[in-house]
């Protein structure tokens, strides 16, 4: 890795957001309405996002793969206990649980699997699912007590996301050394590259019939995005930085540049539809998401450029 990384970012984000104003204009014409990005959304969720994780374990397990996933775990962990701990000076903040939420959780999955993919490779696609896994477990554990109220985990919403199953799956086989046949990974090679673009065009219908004013006028929503793409990934660098955990493994910077991108990615979109099925400010939890999504064209490249300087 080095320097020229940032503005290779740049470029596929842009590229991106070239699809988002695809899916913008779709629905500004009437083509398709925001509603019809339901079925979009359905199709990355069971279809798309489990192809890419599946076959992003179809590697030879060498002892480089082992020791690199392994530091992925690892670091996807202490970036939510980092994560976690911030949440009591966000809550000292005043901010409600939305606000809190929507700093702490990233958009790991749709948005950074396709850059992952496109700036380092595919192969190193499975370091992004190893932060998912631990995000998914985070989410549905703290995450859905804090915008429900409720304090029991949601252990059947873990077990049984299909995410998590993918990753089962594609865990397992990689540790039993099982090679797919190469027609079927091939076929999920195919789906796996629709995510970037159906996830984008899936933002673009959503942004069509946003209250774009209303976001953009709101103070506090300035201030939650400000925290969860500059404050958060700067926090969690340092912690990287300071336990010097990239030498656990011979490609450790790396790994945790994915670990780290995951963190300075926009607010995960399971946050407002947990606030919608609990009735939380789901308005609110919508417009966070929507800042910090169109800001991530500028910072996630300032976050990869500081990462680049520091690690």
Not at 20 to 30: E, M, Q, T
Not at 145 to 150: F, P, Y
Not at 242 to 251: D, F, K, N, S, Y
Not at 288 to 311: D, H, Q
Request: aromatic content about 8%.
């Amino acid at each position: 890795m080095d320097s020229t990384l940032s503005l290779l970012l740049f470029r596929q984000i842009a590229s991106l957001f070239l699809m988002v104003g695809a899916g913008f204009l779709i629905v500004k014409l009437k083509i398709l309405s925001a509603r019809d990005s339901r079925v979009l959304s359905l199709l990355c969720i069971y279809i798309v996002v489990p192809c890419v994780i599946v076959n992003s374990f179809q590697l030879e397990l060498t002892d480089s793969v082992r020791s690199n996933f392994l530091l992925a775990v690892g670091a996807a962990l202490l970036a939510h206990v980092v994560i976690l701990l911030a949440g009591f000076g966000l809550k000292a903040m005043k901010l409600d649980a939305v606000g809190r939420g929507s700093v702490m959780y990233s958009n790991s999955g749709n948005l950074v699997i396709p850059l992952v993919s496109a700036l380092l490779g595919p192969e190193w696609v499975v370091y992004s699912s190893a932060y998912m896994c631990v995000q998914l477990v985070f989410m549905w554990t703290h995450g859905n007590a804090l915008l429900s109220g409720q304090t029991k985990p949601q252990w059947k919403k873990i077990i049984t996301n299909c995410n998590i199953i993918a990753i089962i799956i594609g865990l397992v086989l990689m540790l039993l050394r099982v090679r797919l046949p190469t027609v079927l990974t091939t076929a999920m090679d195919s789906l796996g590259g629709m995510l970037g673009p159906m996830s984008m065009l899936l933002v673009g219908m959503l942004l069509a019939e946003a209250d774009l004013k209303a976001i953009f006028t709101h103070r506090e929503t300035w201030l939650i995005a400000l925290l969860k793409m500059f404050a958060v990934p700067l926090l969690v660098l340092a912690v990287f930085k300071l336990t010097g955990i990239a030498g656990l493994a011979a490609e450790g910077r790396t790994v945790l540049y994915v670990s780290f991108l995951a963190t300075a990615a926009p607010t995960a979109t399971m946050i407002t539809q947990l606030s919608q099925l609990y009735h939380n400010r789901p308005d609110y939890a919508s417009a966070i998401n929507v800042m910090t999504t169109l800001s991530c064209i500028i910072t996630m490249p300032l976050m990869t450029e500081v990462y680049m300087r520091v690690m």
